[in-house]
């Protein structure tokens, strides 16, 4: 039984990815960003077994270090809580400005956003999904693992960038198919302060 009292803003990520399943909490994911919200999306990583996403559900996060054996629990969290996330069921999804990483950004005006993906020679990653505050607004071949997406909204608007496949990553995982998400990149139209499309969750 659902339970106002149990209800917070008070959260710092949601996750978005459960052995590879999206379809069911990626809708709500989007529907936080357009009300104001702006959680960490992750991936589980966790696996039962070999057959349950084991080296494929993924959380990719922006650290500045030089080297894997330098990370630290605290580089983690510090993260985790800047936001700029890449859950992902397979794929290492890059969205850049300028050659900078964009995912949890906010940009002024028109942007014009590089989308590259890195991935095993095993799976194949074909399309790029374009969803304007909440809303699956165009999708875009990819050429080379590259494609560029042009932000430019009439007014503020939030933008999820999402990858997937026509086809499944056999042998490895037959019959499963390579998704990936990256946070939200938020265009701010006139300078004045990103304002969400949506009014703030409140539950009576």
Do not use: C
């Given at each position: 039984?659902?339970?106002?009292?149990?209800?917070?803003t008070?959260?710092d990520?949601?996750?978005?990815?459960?052995?590879g399943?999206?379809?069911?909490?990626?809708?709500?994911y989007?529907?936080?960003?357009?009300?104001?919200?702006?959680?960490t999306?992750?991936g589980?990583?966790d696996?039962?077994?070999?057959?349950?996403?084991m080296?494929?559900?993924r959380?990719?996060?922006?650290?500045?270090?030089?080297?894997?054996?330098d990370?630290t629990?605290?580089?983690?969290?510090?993260?985790m809580i800047?936001?700029?996330?890449v859950a992902s069921f397979?794929p290492?999804?890059?969205p850049t400005?300028?050659?900078?990483?964009?995912?949890?950004?906010?940009?002024?005006?028109?942007?014009?956003?590089n989308?590259?993906?890195r991935?095993?020679?095993?799976m194949?990653?074909?399309?790029?999904?374009v969803f304007?505050n909440?809303?699956?607004i165009?999708?875009?071949?990819l050429?080379?693992?590259?494609a560029?997406?042009?932000?430019?909204?009439?007014?503020?608007?939030?933008?999820?960038i999402?990858?997937?496949?026509?086809?499944?990553?056999a042998?490895?995982?037959?019959?499963?198919?390579?998704?990936?998400?990256?946070?939200?990149?938020?265009?701010?139209v006139?300078g004045?302060?990103?304002?969400?499309p949506?009014?703030?969750?409140?539950?009576?």
């Amino acid at each position: 039984i659902a339970k106002s009292t149990h209800w917070s803003t008070n959260f710092d990520a949601v996750e978005v990815l459960n052995d590879g399943g999206y379809n069911r909490v990626f809708p709500y994911y989007l529907d936080l960003l357009n009300r104001g919200l702006n959680p960490t999306p992750v991936g589980v990583s966790d696996s039962h077994d070999h057959y349950e996403g084991m080296g494929v559900n993924r959380t990719w996060i922006p650290m500045n270090v030089s080297s894997a054996a330098d990370i630290t629990n605290n580089d983690v969290r510090a993260g985790m809580i800047g936001g700029g996330s890449v859950a992902s069921f397979g794929p290492l999804l890059v969205p850049t400005v300028e050659g900078v990483w964009a995912p949890g950004q906010t940009y002024v005006g028109p942007t014009d956003l590089n989308v590259a993906v890195r991935t095993p020679s095993w799976m194949v990653v074909d399309t790029v999904h374009v969803f304007q505050n909440g809303t699956e607004i165009e999708t875009i071949a990819l050429e080379a693992n590259n494609a560029s997406v042009r932000l430019a909204p009439e007014s503020d608007a939030v933008y999820v960038i999402t990858v997937s496949s026509s086809t499944d990553m056999a042998p490895v995982y037959p019959g499963k198919r390579p998704w990936a998400l990256a946070q939200g990149i938020f265009v701010d139209v006139e300078g004045d302060g990103w304002t969400p499309p949506l009014p703030a969750l409140i539950v009576d």
